[in-house]
């Protein structure tokens, strides 16, 4: 322990061991999965990132060992550790240059976003010069301001390779492209099955695994269009999960950049027209239902059944109103007094 601490010393990491773990330290070979919760802080103990609180849930983090994961030195503390073992790591800042990167992603998968969202295609040295905002005010601060970190990492599992199956995040170019269509599968069968919360993280999955590869493509090449129209009906049934789970406006944000793009999209103007029609948007339903029509009139009956659910909604809401201010005026109206007059 000793021997491990003095090196990681010599590479400018501070390691204070908070608790034991268990047995013998693990071999790490490359291909190995560790999972661990972890938090970060400034030196001044300052809370920037908690595994178990961000995003409101509890979700530890997962590496596959030597896949070059952004932050390095994650990879370079984790083989000093035993599992269940918690211990704090000081930091230099020459290892947590690109944390702010990281942290932004997470913070991203965490609350359902593309983990991608917001950073530019560069990479990840570009945009720690290129100014630019990720969005949350402490990390555009520590991306102008690099300084040592502290990393409290508890070990919670250590999976050899061949014992597990491998995240998509992990994967190659090749084992990705290759592995979209059966978790498109796999979603279309949990949809099936009606387990819509499940089919709509498989096609989310699916949706970022190819906007990672798109990333990599100059926008409008053969390439990239070519995942476009690979991410489209990935996209389509997402936004049927969430028309299903109510989530309406992200449907709307969703097939509007869809129409953006492929302006006769039927599919993307039947599902936002329902999304508009479901928050009152009266106007754009019928425009897009409108729409519907004039690219593919076999849909008339679909159409008609969407637009009379509509009518009768608002019909409902509007007797529900015209009953609530009869009762809030009916309430507030003064009962009749005789006013005695004195002679």
């Known amino acids: 322990m000793e021997e491990v601490a003095r090196t990681l010393l010599e590479e400018g990491i501070i390691k204070k061991l908070v608790s034991p773990g268990k047995g013998e330290l693990p071999e790490f070979p490359n291909g190995t999965k560790v999972i661990f919760h972890y938090r970060t802080s400034l030196c001044d103990g300052t809370l920037l990132d908690d595994s178990r609180t961000m995003g409101g849930r509890s979700k530890p983090m997962e590496l596959i060992l030597g896949k070059k994961f952004k932050l390095a030195v994650w990879e370079r503390l984790v083989i000093t550790m035993r599992p269940g073992e918690i211990s704090d790591f000081t930091c230099d800042s020459k290892h947590t240059a690109l944390y702010p990167l990281v942290s932004q992603s997470l913070r991203n998968i965490s609350v359902g976003k593309d983990p991608l969202e917001g950073q530019r295609h560069c990479c990840g040295i570009a945009q720690i010069h290129s100014h630019h905002s990720l969005g949350n005010k402490d990390l555009d601060d520590l991306q102008a301001h690099p300084q040592p970190l502290v990393f409290s990492i508890e ?10 199956q491998m995240d998509l995040w992990a994967m190659t170019d090749e084992e990705k492209l290759t592995f979209v269509p059966q978790i498109h599968e796999q979603g279309n069968q949990l949809f099936k099955e009606g387990k819509i919360a499940e089919a709509s993280e498989k096609y989310y999955n699916g949706i970022a695994c190819l906007k990672n590869l798109q990333m990599k493509e100059q926008p409008g090449d053969e ?13 389509l049934n997402y936004c049927q999960c969430k028309l299903m789970q109510g989530q309406y406006y992200e449907v709307i944000e969703h097939c509007s950049s869809l129409l953006f793009k492929y302006e006769d999209n039927v599919k993307a103007f039947y599902k936002r027209g329902k999304a508009h029609a479901a928050v009152w948007n009266e106007a754009e339903a019928r425009a897009d239902f409108a729409r519907v029509l004039q690219l593919d009139p ?18 409902t809401k509007e007797k529900e109103d015209k009953d609530r201010y009869r009762g809030l005026f009916g309430s507030n109206e003064a009962p009749a007094t005789a006013t005695t007059v004195s002679t």
Do not use: H, N, Q, Y
Not at 223 to 230: G, V
């Open 155 to 164: 070990l919670l599992e250590v999976l050899p390779p061949g014992t597990f």
């Open 223 to 235: 390439t990239w269009f070519k995942l476009d129209l690979m991410i489209t009906p990935l996209l």
């Open 298 to 315: 076999s849909l008339g009956p679909c159409v008609a059944k969407e637009l009379r659910a509509m009518e009768e909604r608002i019909r």
